[in-house]
C-alpha cells in the first residue's frame, strides 16, 4: 500500500490483522461479505493511521511508524476494531508487516539518514577530542612538564582538535626554528 506520512513524505507499508468473527449473526445480517470487508476497513485504517504520524521521528521521543512498533500496533488494532466491530468481528492482532520509503524518495532518505549518522558521529568525536586536550592541557600542568601562555594554549588546543577529529591521518611536522 503506498499512502503518505504525517509529513507528506510517500512509502510503502503492509500490515497482518489476526481476527474472528464473535457475532455470527452481525457477521451475515451487517456486511455481505466478512472478508472483503474486513480487508477494506482494514487498508482505511491503515491508511489513516499513516497519515497521523511520521515515518522516522522529527524531535526525540517522538511517535513514529518506525521508532514505536507496539504503540502504532495497539493504535492500528484499535482503529481497525472501531471499524469491524459492528459485524461481529473481534481483532486480536494487528501489526505492521512492510514499511519501506518510496522508491521515489528512497534514495534521497538514504542520504538523509547517512547525513544523520555522520554528524552523530563527529559529534562523538568532537566531545572525545575536546575531553582529551582538556585531560593534556591538566595533565602538563599538573605534573609541571610546560608551561604555557594562553597564546600557546590556544595553539595547541587548535592543532590537538585538527589531528583528533581529522578524517585522515596526521602528517605531523616539526618546526625546528627561523631559517634566517
Not at 457475532?23 to 472478508?35: G, R
Not at 459485524?87 to 492482532?93: I, N, R, T
Request: glycine residues 8%.
Amino acid at each position: 500500500l503506498k499512502v503518505n506520512d504525517h509529513s507528506g513524505s510517500p512509502f510503502e507499508i503492509g500490515a497482518v490483522v489476526v481476527w474472528n468473527i464473535e457475532d455470527s449473526a452481525k457477521a451475515v445480517f451487517e456486511v455481505q461479505d466478512v472478508d472483503g470487508f474486513v480487508r477494506i476497513q482494514s487498508e482505511a485504517a491503515l491508511r489513516t493511521l499513516a497519515s497521523r504520524f511520521p515515518y522516522e521521528p522529527h524531535a526525540v521521543g517522538e511517535i513514529s511508524l518506525r521508532s514505536h512498533p507496539d504503540e502504532i500496533a495497539e493504535k492500528l488494532r484499535g482503529e481497525i476494531q472501531d471499524r469491524v466491530g459492528k459485524a461481529g468481528v473481534h481483532v486480536g492482532e494487528a501489526r505492521i508487516s512492510h514499511l519501506a520509503y518510496a522508491q521515489e524518495i528512497a534514495q534521497a532518505m538514504l542520504r538523509r539518514q547517512q547525513a544523520i549518522a555522520i554528524i552523530a558521529a563527529r559529534q562523538k568525536i568532537v566531545e572525545g577530542a575536546v575531553s582529551m586536550v582538556d585531560m593534556a592541557l591538566k595533565g602538563l600542568a599538573a605534573q609541571g612538564i610546560v608551561t604555557l601562555d594562553e597564546k600557546q594554549k590556544a595553539e595547541m588546543v587548535g592543532n590537538l582538535l585538527v589531528i583528533l577529529c581529522a578524517d585522515r591521518d596526521a602528517h605531523p611536522m616539526v618546526n625546528v626554528g627561523n631559517a634566517h
